[in-house]
């Protein structure tokens, strides 16, 4: 295969998993359309240095995970809510809570989460990534992922329980 | 294991993609005992597919993929034994191109080492001699002003090879032979042929 069908054909595999990913981490499209451009730029520089061709997801998600850090630490315009560390109790919340908000409802409230819990709950959530993937991906202890992942998915579930809006609202 | 552990290991439990992941086992079979905590998995369970189905239904942009592609530059595969084999090749083509550069400018311009002769011969107003045939006495102050005025002067040998007479480079032989024009000199200097034109650099100049 030509080397320019084999880039085609990776940006047509990844470019949605990594755009939706770059939307819950920014909460704008064109952010994310940008950082989904930027990883596939450096791919297209530095992808020859991956060993493994089953990597290679991990390879772009780590890529876009760092680039959008490196956007953060130059603009800090997200309004991070750190987690309550009181809050970790599990929540009673109704089983059809995620259904009552639509996709940009959801969006919304996750972007509300604090990026160091944020992060990792959307691989958990999108892609099928297992724990130790997530933890290469965002260069953390497998542990502290876990840890984070817990605690943002008691305050998604809380958040969608207070979110309780009748459904043809949303919808 | 008790309901509350159970619950709390569950939490992170996704479906099938974490049914071979250790850490799940034993709360997955403590749900397997107990109704209630089954029922509270069941339903983590479908809450977490219903956020996946729900964030993957985003679809990004149109025309994302086709403006990623048509942007960014082609990937290629890079062998760094074949990129330093070419690298080396440019290198010696590189080289060797430049030696022969060298070699051929010094064989076409320098008249270092080239070969000292002595010639007896008449000098000539070389614009004259080759344009009209003049030379001889009867020429010798046309000559002699054409040489003054900076036109080439040459030497015709006894042996009737005409050589275009020269100083050092940067230096004109015009106001030292212009006396001489007409008149019979032997000059020692350095000859050099380019094309099938004799010169000699004039080194010395005596008159018979």
């Known amino acids: 295969m030509s ?11 990844y470019y949605g998993d990594l755009y939706r990913f770059g939307l819950s981490l920014t909460g704008s499209e064109a952010d994310a359309a940008d950082l989904t451009q930027e990883t596939f730029y450096i791919w297209a520089n530095k992808g020859h240095q991956l060993q493994k061709a089953a ?24 309004s991070n809510e750190s987690i309550d560390e009181g809050a970790e109790g599990l929540p009673n919340v109704p089983p059809d809570c995620a259904e009552r908000v639509d996709s940009r409802t959801l969006l919304r409230i996750l972007g509300e989460i604090a990026e160091d819990f944020r992060a990792p709950l959307v691989l958990y959530y999108m892609e099928d990534l297992s724990y130790k993937e997530i933890a290469d991906v965002l260069a953390l202890p497998l542990g502290t992922v ?18 309780n809006l009748p459904l043809e609202q949303t919808k | 294991m008790n309901t509350r552990d159970a619950k709390e290991i ?24 107990d109704p209630e905590l089954g029922q509270w998995l069941r339903e983590q369970t479908k809450c977490y597919d219903t956020i996946r189905a729900k964030l ?54 320098s ?13 000539l107003d070389m614009t004259c001699y080759i344009a009209y045939n003049l030379s001889g006495p009867d020429h010798a102050k046309c000559a002699r002003d054409c040489i003054r005025s900076g036109l080439p ?3 015709k040998a006894q042996d009737g090879k005409v050589y275009l007479l020269t100083g050092e480079v940067g230096h004109s032989i015009n106001a030292e032979v212009a006396d001489y024009a007409a008149k019979t000199v032997t000059i020692k200097g350095r000859q050099t042929v380019r094309d099938g034109f004799a010169q000699l650099q004039v080194e ?4 018979l």
């Not at chain 2, 479906?15 to 397997?32: H, R, T, V, Y």
């Not at chain 2, 090749?89 to 060298?102: E, P, R």
């Not at chain 2, 008249?111 to 000098?123: D, P």
């Not at chain 2, 010395?204 to 008159?207: D, G, L, N, Q, W």
């Open chain 1, 3 to 13: 080397a320019d069908l084999e880039f085609e054909n990776l940006v047509k595999l």
């Open chain 1, 55 to 78: 990597s290679v997801k991990g390879w772009l998600f780590t890529t876009l995970h760092r680039e959008f850090l490196k956007t953060c630490r130059r603009r800090n315009r997200f």
């Open chain 1, 146 to 163: 876990q840890s984070r992942i817990a605690r943002a998915k008691i305050q998604l579930l809380r958040r969608l329980s207070e979110t």
């Open chain 2, 10 to 33: 569950l939490l992170l439990y996704r479906g099938p993609i974490d049914d071979s992941d250790p850490q799940f086992q034993a709360a997955l079979d403590c749900a397997k005992s």
């Open chain 2, 56 to 109: 993957r239904a985003i679809e990004p942009p149109l025309r994302l993929s086709e403006k990623i592609v048509r942007r960014w530059p082609i990937p290629f595969p890079r062998d760094w034994s074949r990129i330093g084999q070419l690298a080396a090749a440019i290198l010696i083509s590189a080289s060797v191109t430049g030696l022969l550069m060298k070699w051929s400018e010094r064989r076409h311009s």
């Open chain 2, 111 to 123: 008249v270092t080492g080239a070969q000292e002769i002595v010639v007896t011969g008449e000098v």
């Open chain 2, 153 to 155: 002067a040459g030497i």
């Open chain 2, 204 to 207: 010395e100049i005596r008159k």
